[in-house]
């Protein structure tokens, strides 16, 4: 089945500055890669996603970027704000069929000092 | 859209007696619903696949006899746990894929379950 490693574990950063959060995935049928934020004690909210047919994706201050061939995709978080601290998980599945599950990295809690 | 109602909230509940946890799919129909278990500071696991019908698919390590699922209808899918013990203290949540123009997964709000 599919694995997803997910680094750094924590990750603190300044007000203003970038973060970036790195996963990797061993399942090349893998063909969308969601990625979460989850405030404590919430369900997992949907902050960006990518499909296996573009290798970069961009909403405003995030952007994810999919690299097919090392199998590998990462969260990019440009002028931090406070509210951005949170924990964050990557997710990897095939969307083909209904019951292939998500799987997901371990988690990155990301703190920004103000 | 592809909302999941998932209930309760937060439950707090005696060792060795049972809690039912459900997820209803409230404007769409989920034939597969994924129950996954996240401890503290950890991540998603996931527990066991609902299929509407049949029975649950487990992961190793989960004892089908203590969370019992059941999916009986394509808008309803229930989580037991059965006899529940102190280490079943948890945040229960579920998942259903979805369609909205693309596949996508949906989320239930989560359970908060202690055992005390």
């Known amino acids: 089945g599919e694995n997803v490693e997910q680094h750094p574990s924590t990750l603190s950063v300044q007000e203003g500055d970038s973060a970036v959060i790195k996963c990797t995935y061993s399942?090349?049928?893998?063909?969308?890669f969601p990625w979460y934020k989850q405030e404590l004690g919430k369900r997992p909210q949907l902050i960006i996603d990518i499909r296996s047919n573009v290798g970069e994706k961009k909403d405003q201050r995030i952007a994810v970027t999919l690299n097919k061939t090392a199998k590998h995709f990462s969260l990019h978080i440009t002028e931090t704000q406070p509210e951005d601290s949170a924990v964050y998980f990557c997710?990897?599945?095939?969307?083909?069929?209904?019951?292939?599950?998500?799987?997901f990295g371990g988690g990155t809690r990301l703190m920004v000092k103000p | 859209g592809a909302v999941v109602s998932q209930h309760p909230s937060r439950v707090i509940c005696k060792s060795g007696t049972s809690v039912k946890i459900e997820c209803r799919s409230l404007d769409f129909q989920a034939t597969t619903m994924f129950w996954y278990r996240q401890f503290p500071k950890q991540s998603l696991m996931l527990m066991a696949t609902s299929n509407e019908g049949s029975k649950a698919t487990y992961e190793q390590g989960v004892e089908k006899d203590k969370f019992l699922i059941n999916h009986a209808s394509l808008t309803l899918s229930t989580l037991t746990v059965t006899s529940a013990h102190p280490e079943d203290s948890s945040f229960y949540i579920c998942?259903?894929?979805?369609?909205?123009?693309?596949?996508?997964?949906?989320f239930g709000s989560g359970t908060r379950l202690t055992v005390v």
């Open positions: 399942d090349s049928a893998s063909n969308y």
């Open positions: 998942s259903a894929r979805v369609w909205t123009g693309n596949y996508g997964y949906t």
């Open positions: 997710a990897a599945t095939m969307t083909n069929n209904a019951g292939n599950m998500l799987t």
